[in-house]
């Protein structure tokens, strides 16, 4: 493991809950992703982060989802009124600056909506 | 056309065989090019970066042609270990994120 921490690393759901998952990035980056793998398909690139800065969220579905990075404390993918559809596995990754050169992943964030 | 697209296989090979993957991506503008690899269930590793010259690191080679957007990786010498499934992923543009491929999965046989 790089470094980069997630939790929970199971989460289940029942439709219309509220789903929140973490991300604390290695220590010394300030660069957060976070991409969204469906079972059997590639990663797809969901929002990009600064602390307190949105850069990039051009993957985020318009509604129900949200992300933000404050100046402390660690990223927080929301996902609200879950539906099935949502489950998937979520992954956060963090680079030392923004040119993405490298991404160091997390394990991810199983979520299962019932 | 798919931003990145790999043949998804699986390839299944005896060890000590060679087994090559290959990807092609459509913006021509991009500027970085990867592979990663992807155990089931667990997060991307970087595998290598792949350079305009070519780049070999002990058993994996990757070689990118800009020209026909295509970009490769080859295994020498198969290992169990290498069982895995392998991310194609480009960078899309100078300020763009990066772009995966959902992955060619190769199973290395006793």
């Known amino acids: 493991n790089a470094g980069v921490m997630q939790n929970p690393r199971h989460l289940v759901r029942r439709r219309g809950q509220e789903a929140r998952l973490r991300c604390s990035p290695m220590k010394g980056h300030s660069h957060v992703y976070w991409y969204r793998q469906l079972p059997e398909e590639g990663l797809k690139f969901m929002v990009y982060?600064?602390?307190?800065?949105?850069?990039?969220e051009s993957g985020m579905p318009k509604e129900r989802f949200s992300a933000e990075f404050p100046k402390e404390g660690p990223s927080i993918l929301r996902i609200q009124q879950v539906v099935r559809g949502d489950s998937a596995a979520y992954f956060c990754?963090?680079?030392?600056?923004?040119?993405?050169?490298?991404?160091?992943f997390g394990s991810g964030t199983q979520l299962s909506v019932l | 056309r798919k931003e990145v697209e790999q043949d998804p296989g699986p390839f299944n090979v005896p060890e000590g065989a060679t087994v090559a993957f290959n990807c092609t991506y459509s913006n021509s503008a991009s500027q970085s090019f990867f592979w990663y690899r992807q155990d089931c269930r667990k997060e991307p590793k970087l595998l290598m970066s792949v350079y305009s010259s070519g780049n070999e690191d002990g058993r994996f080679t990757a070689q990118l042609n800009r020209a026909s957007q295509y970009i490769s990786l080859l295994i020498r010498d198969s290992k169990l270990s290498d069982s895995a499934t392998y991310l194609c992923v480009v960078r899309g543009g100078s300020q763009g994120n990066l772009i995966f491929g959902k992955g060619t999965k190769l199973s290395v046989k006793p």
């Open positions: 982060l600064q602390k307190e800065n949105i850069i990039d």
């Open positions: 990754a963090s680079s030392p600056d923004g040119l993405n050169e490298k991404l160091f």
